[in-house]
């Protein structure tokens, strides 16, 4: 079946960067709208970044300047690269996909900003 899979989360000090990938599984990534989303305890899954097959980004207010989003389409992933890491950055961060009627997300994976 489909699959998203995450990586690249872990446990950071504020200021620090980290760089989430998500690598797609039978689909045709390059039609797919992708992006990411996080989910703080406590609190509703957000939007974080997402970008287009044809590469327009979109990104949330609060990353804005800090977070880049890309996709490499040879390699059936996308990356949110995330600079300046704050506190309220801490969440689990999901990769979805999405065509048409098609919605798929991944398991997830773990920032934590902590110092």
Same mark, same amino acid.
């Given at each position: ?17 980290? *760089?989430? +990938?998500?690598? =797609? ?12 989303? *996080?989910? =703080?305890? /406590? ?5 974080? =970044?997402?970008?287009? *097959? /044809? /590469? ?17 389409? +040879?390699?059936? @992933? ?29 398991? /997830?994976?773990?920032? @934590?900003?902590?110092?």
């Amino acid at each position: 079946q489909v699959q998203l899979v995450e990586s690249g989360g872990g446990l950071v000090q504020p200021g620090g960067s980290l *760089r989430l +990938s998500c690598t =797609a599984s039978r689909i045709n990534f390059n039609v797919y709208d992708m992006g990411w989303y *996080r989910q =703080a305890p /406590g609190k509703q899954r957000e939007l974080v =970044a997402s970008i287009t *097959r /044809g /590469g327009t980004t979109n990104f949330a207010d609060s990353v804005k300047g800090r977070f880049t989003i890309s996709r490499d389409n +040879s390699k059936n @992933t996308v990356y949110l690269q995330m600079n300046n890491l704050k506190f309220e950055d801490t969440a689990v961060y999901y990769c979805n996909g999405r065509w048409l009627r098609s919605d798929y997300w991944g398991q /997830g994976t773990q920032v @934590t900003v902590s110092s």
